[in-house]
């Protein structure tokens, strides 16, 4: 019995050894195969929501910036005053949830439009060739796709056309389709309209988002900064902190931008093939579809770029992608005039000066938050003492480029600072790697025609930590770019970077301004200079009156008030020399050099000093060989 025992045991042991070097053994090279799928329009935007700028804290300054913009645009469209009204309220502090909410009397959306306007990726009428502030048509529907993400709360759209009356919807988006899901739509009634104007749009979110106070302030700087480059905009902006007006403050608009057709020296295959699908139906010759489909491309040179590329006489669309890129080559080898600037549309020098001579800055009243009862916002307005305007005209990356700059000097100004715009947008973040930060940098304030050490002597109270001598001056400095396409360094539009020849036209730009401001700010130095003389002089005047009074036993505040009043005559140029004005004084017939003469001589009009004084004799003798020295003839020197 043990032995049987013994002997299954073994047999046992033995099968379960090779079972487990069975499981030891390193299993087949498996083969992976990839998986392609297609993920959605708005399901890529929302993962990679950085390229939007909509990441962490930025997620509600943000949604301030997209619909400040849309509404802005909406206005320009049709050349509209803008009136805006943003309110940002808290809804629940426990969650972090945030209602946004924007209304603008701007041209509204058509009924049927506004579900894919509002919630669609890649859906806009963004995607042309013009000037316009936003890029990529997608901040609405980030706020959209956020809302519908985070809360469960709809989006809430008003829409007022000149088609139609005012409309109501309560949208979502389908994150997952990148389609519009409509829950609600009605006709809205007068009584219960919330867009009063003509025509009009309004836009209310719910949003999870936290607000830092960094944050908040970059949003308050924001609105006051848009304000600035948009006087001619009403904006009514409402916190929990309070309500703020920024009053139109001139009715003169800028032209609104236009349209225009690519340069041909930016072609590529893409553009060439979508121009010929735009004439398709037509059945026009390549040779007219270059003409009508690129700005500064005549018949004739449209007809000698064919004849360059050797390409056979047919239909446009028979041509195939080599012969296609045999034109798009010799388009880029090919000399053509400077592309149009007319459709742009910049700042201009009335409307700039206008905002940079009203810059607001939004306050927190501390009186009404300390009392317990609701704070208050209030705008405060900052009137330099001279302003003046620069522009130039260039081409970057093939796109017409027009650069403004401004210069606010002095006044109520006490401080430096930058102001950034593009396309008349506030640029607020990344301003260390901004060529603005750059041109400042290398233009030198000897084009204003003072020195480094003038300014940091006069203006060493500042508190600053630059190593630019400019940003010891109260001086604000306002750089506009406006294009077709602004070369912004990240995403988030929030930093210009220095392509072509882009630094080049803002250096001249502001030595140009330097130039103009120079006057001026030589004149405030000096006066500065004056008030420390001053000041040092009122500093020792009470030591020597309080000497001499002492000694001569005289009225000590009549010889300060003396002592004073002629040390601020001397400061300011009406006495130049003390001691002339007081000889003169006494012997006011004379002249300055009969008085010279005559002291020289120690005759009329001078006290004859005794003979026996070596110093006066010493005196006597060398004014003697100065005035033969002056009465000597100039030949007679030479000699």
Same mark, same amino acid.
């Given at each position: 019995?043990?032995?049987?025992?013994?002997?299954?045991?073994?047999?046992?042991?033995?099968?379960?050894?090779?079972?487990?070097?069975?499981? +030891?053994?390193?299993?087949?090279?498996?083969?992976?195969?990839?998986?392609?799928?297609?993920?959605?329009?708005?399901?890529?935007?929302?993962?990679?929501?950085?390229?939007?700028?909509?990441?962490?804290?930025?997620?509600?300054?943000?949604?301030?910036?997209?619909?400040?913009?849309?509404?802005?645009?909406?206005?320009?469209?049709?050349?509209?005053?803008?009136?805006?009204?943003?309110?940002?309220?808290?809804?629940?502090?426990?969650?972090?949830?945030?209602?946004?909410?924007?209304?603008?009397?701007?041209?509204?959306?058509?009924?049927?439009?506004?579900?894919?306007?509002?919630?669609?990726?890649?859906?806009?009428?963004?995607?042309?060739?013009?000037?316009?502030?936003?890029?990529?048509?997608?901040?609405?529907?980030?706020?959209?796709?956020?809302?519908? *993400?985070?809360?469960?709360?709809?989006?809430?759209?008003?829409?007022?056309?000149?088609?139609?009356?005012?409309?109501?919807?309560?949208?979502?988006?389908?994150?997952?389709?990148?389609?519009?899901?409509?829950?609600?739509?009605?006709?809205?009634?007068?009584?219960?309209?919330?867009?009063?104007?003509?025509?009009?749009?309004?836009?209310?979110?719910?949003?999870?988002?936290?607000?830092?106070?960094?944050?908040?302030?970059?949003?308050?700087?924001?609105?006051?900064?848009?304000?600035?480059?948009?006087?001619?905009?009403?904006?009514?902006?409402?916190?929990?902190?309070?309500?703020?007006?920024?009053?139109?403050?001139?009715?003169?608009?800028?032209?609104?931008?236009?349209?225009?057709?690519?340069?041909?020296?930016?072609?590529?295959?893409?553009?060439?093939?979508?121009?010929?699908?735009?004439?398709?139906?037509?059945?026009?010759?390549?040779?007219?579809?270059?003409?009508?489909?690129?700005?500064?491309?005549?018949?004739?040179?449209?007809?000698?770029?064919?004849?360059?590329?050797?390409?056979?006489?047919?239909?446009?669309?028979?041509?195939?992608?080599?012969?296609?890129?045999?034109?798009?080559?010799?388009?880029?080898?090919?000399?053509?005039?400077?592309?149009?600037?007319?459709?742009?549309?910049?700042?201009?020098?009335?409307?700039?000066?206008?905002?940079?001579?009203?810059?607001?800055?939004?306050?927190?009243?501390?009186?009404?938050?300390?009392?317990?009862?609701?704070?208050?916002?209030?705008?405060?307005?900052?009137?330099?003492?001279?302003?003046?305007?620069?522009?130039?005209?260039?081409?970057?990356?093939?796109?017409?480029?027009?650069?403004?700059?401004?210069?606010?000097?002095?006044?109520?100004?006490?401080?430096?600072?930058?102001?950034?715009?593009?396309?008349?947008?506030?640029?607020?973040?990344?301003?260390?790697?901004?060529?603005?930060?750059?041109?400042?940098?290398?233009?030198?304030?000897?084009?204003?025609?003072?020195?480094?050490?003038?300014?940091?002597?006069?203006?060493?109270?500042?508190?600053?930590?630059?190593?630019?001598?400019?940003?010891? +001056?109260?001086?604000?400095?306002?750089?506009?770019?406006?294009?077709?396409?602004?070369?912004?360094?990240?995403?988030?539009?929030?930093?210009?970077?220095?392509?072509?020849?882009?630094?080049?036209?803002?250096?001249?730009?502001?030595?140009?301004?330097?130039?103009?401001?120079?006057?001026?700010?030589?004149?405030?130095?000096?006066?500065?200079?004056?008030?420390? *003389?001053?000041?040092?002089?009122?500093?020792?005047?009470?030591?020597?009156?309080?000497?001499?009074?002492?000694?001569?036993?005289?009225?000590?505040?009549?010889?300060?008030?003396?002592?004073?009043?002629?040390?601020?005559?001397?400061?300011?140029?009406?006495?130049?020399?003390?001691?002339?004005?007081?000889?003169?004084?006494?012997?006011?017939?004379?002249?300055?050099?009969?008085?010279?003469?005559?002291?020289?001589?120690?005759?009329?009009?001078?006290?004859? +000093?005794?003979?026996?004084?070596?110093?006066?004799?010493?005196?006597?003798?060398?004014?003697?060989?100065?005035?033969?020295?002056?009465?000597?003839?100039?030949?007679?020197?030479?000699?």
């Amino acid at each position: 019995m043990d032995q049987l025992t013994s002997k299954v045991t073994t047999e046992v042991l033995e099968k379960g050894t090779k079972q487990v070097k069975n499981n +030891l053994q390193i299993p087949q090279k498996q083969i992976t195969k990839i998986r392609y799928d297609k993920k959605a329009e708005s399901e890529f935007f929302v993962d990679n929501s950085a390229l939007a700028g909509f990441t962490g804290e930025r997620i509600l300054y943000m949604s301030v910036r997209e619909l400040i913009e849309n509404s802005l645009d909406s206005c320009e469209i049709n050349h509209i005053l803008p009136v805006i009204h943003l309110r940002l309220k808290q809804l629940d502090p426990l969650n972090d949830l945030w209602t946004i909410s924007c209304k603008d009397n701007g041209v509204g959306i058509p009924s049927e439009k506004v579900p894919v306007a509002v919630c669609s990726f890649l859906t806009s009428g963004k995607y042309v060739e013009k000037q316009q502030r936003g890029l990529f048509g997608v901040g609405l529907k980030m706020i959209a796709a956020f809302s519908t *993400k985070d809360t469960d709360h709809p989006l809430r759209v008003w829409s007022k056309s000149e088609e139609e009356s005012e409309y109501y919807f309560d949208l979502r988006t389908d994150i997952g389709t990148n389609k519009p899901i409509t829950l609600f739509k009605k006709n809205v009634k007068n009584d219960e309209s919330q867009l009063e104007y003509e025509t009009g749009f309004k836009v209310e979110a719910v949003l999870r988002a936290k607000l830092s106070p960094v944050t908040k302030n970059k949003i308050y700087d924001y609105i006051s900064q848009t304000s600035i480059v948009n006087p001619y905009a009403r904006i009514t902006f409402e916190t929990d902190d309070g309500k703020v007006t920024f009053k139109r403050r001139t009715e003169i608009m800028p032209n609104p931008s236009r349209e225009v057709l690519p340069h041909p020296s930016d072609m590529d295959l893409k553009t060439l093939k979508k121009a010929i699908l735009n004439f398709m139906n037509q059945k026009t010759t390549l040779q007219g579809i270059l003409s009508n489909s690129f700005q500064k491309m005549s018949n004739d040179k449209a007809k000698e770029i064919i004849s360059k590329a050797g390409l056979p006489v047919k239909p446009a669309d028979k041509y195939d992608e080599h012969e296609l890129i045999r034109v798009v080559n010799i388009c880029k080898h090919t000399k053509f005039q400077s592309p149009n600037t007319d459709h742009l549309s910049p700042i201009g020098e009335k409307i700039l000066t206008v905002g940079m001579t009203s810059e607001y800055s939004i306050i927190l009243n501390k009186e009404t938050a300390n009392s317990g009862t609701q704070t208050q916002l209030s705008a405060k307005i900052l009137k330099p003492a001279l302003t003046a305007y620069s522009s130039r005209i260039c081409v970057v990356t093939n796109r017409p480029t027009i650069v403004e700059c401004g210069i606010a000097y002095g006044g109520e100004i006490q401080s430096f600072k930058l102001f950034r715009f593009a396309n008349k947008i506030p640029l607020l973040y990344d301003e260390g790697s901004d060529v603005a930060r750059e041109v400042i940098s290398e233009v030198g304030i000897n084009k204003m025609g003072i020195s480094k050490k003038e300014v940091k002597e006069q203006y060493s109270h500042v508190e600053t930590k630059s190593d630019r001598t400019v940003e010891y +001056l109260p001086i604000h400095i306002f750089f506009h770019i406006c294009s077709t396409k602004i070369p912004y360094k990240t995403a988030g539009k929030e930093s210009i970077a220095s392509e072509g020849d882009l630094k080049k036209y803002m250096k001249s730009c502001l030595s140009d301004l330097y130039r103009k401001v120079s006057a001026q700010i030589r004149r405030e130095l000096k006066l500065k200079e004056d008030e420390n *003389k001053i000041r040092l002089y009122k500093h020792y005047i009470p030591f020597i009156v309080n000497a001499i009074s002492e000694s001569i036993k005289i009225d000590s505040k009549r010889l300060s008030n003396a002592f004073q009043n002629m040390a601020e005559k001397y400061v300011s140029g009406e006495l130049t020399n003390i001691t002339k004005q007081i000889f003169l004084n006494s012997d006011q017939n004379k002249n300055e050099q009969n008085f010279k003469k005559t002291s020289a001589s120690n005759g009329e009009g001078g006290n004859k +000093l005794s003979t026996f004084d070596t110093r006066t004799s010493n005196i006597k003798s060398s004014n003697k060989i100065k005035l033969t020295k002056a009465e000597v003839p100039r030949k007679a020197t030479k000699k």
